[in-house]
Every structure is written in C-alpha cells, then in structure tokens.
C-alpha cells in the first residue's frame, strides 16, 4: 500500500529547494530530479508542493519522461473528504436550530 498524503502535506513539504509534486493523484518527489529537468527547474520550482496535473498534461512529455517519473513516486494523494471541526459545528448547529424549529 502506498503513503497517503494530503495536498497540505504536500505543500508543508515543499521549498523552493525541492519538495513534492502531485500528477493525476500520485505524489512525487521531485527534489533530485530538479536539476536535471530539460526544462530547467524554475518551471519545477512553481509548481513545487502542488498538484501539477493540468501543466504536465499541457505541455506533453515522452514515454522516457512518464518511465522516469515512475521512479520518484512515493505515494498517492488522499482524496478522503475531509470536514475541518469548524464546517461540523456549523452544521450541528444548523440542525438543532431546524429541529428546534420544527
């Protein structure tokens, strides 16, 4: 099973230094690959701790590209809703205000 991580995770783990990337909700460590982008790493280094799908997609890349990236894998992004304890507060009260109501 692969480790999970969170797109918070991601970004906490990243710098303009190296860090993780997401591409289609597989996390990848990008950090020692920067440098030998051929694209240079100024284009790494803005999508660093992001999901960086939609630019990897537009801009197309060799089957040599898609093997290598399979090597800097190390895990998958956990797309698990999550309800942040202010969000469930708010809807408690919206209930028990609409049962009190009724």
């Not at 992001?50 to 956990?78: T, W």
Request: net charge negative.
């Amino acid at each position: 099973m692969s480790k999970l991580f969170t797109l918070d995770d991601v970004a906490k783990q990243s710098t303009d230094k190296g860090g993780l990337i997401v591409i289609d909700k597989l996390v990848y460590d990008i950090t020692n690959y920067m440098s030998q982008h051929p694209g240079g790493d100024d284009i790494l280094v803005e999508v660093l701790g992001q999901d960086a799908s939609e630019g990897f997609h537009e801009v197309g890349h060799s089957a040599e590209a898609m093997e290598a990236l399979k090597e800097l894998k190390v895990g998958e992004l956990d797309t698990t809703p999550v309800v942040r304890l202010k969000e469930m507060k708010l809807l408690n009260l919206r209930s028990f205000s609409l049962t009190r109501s009724q």
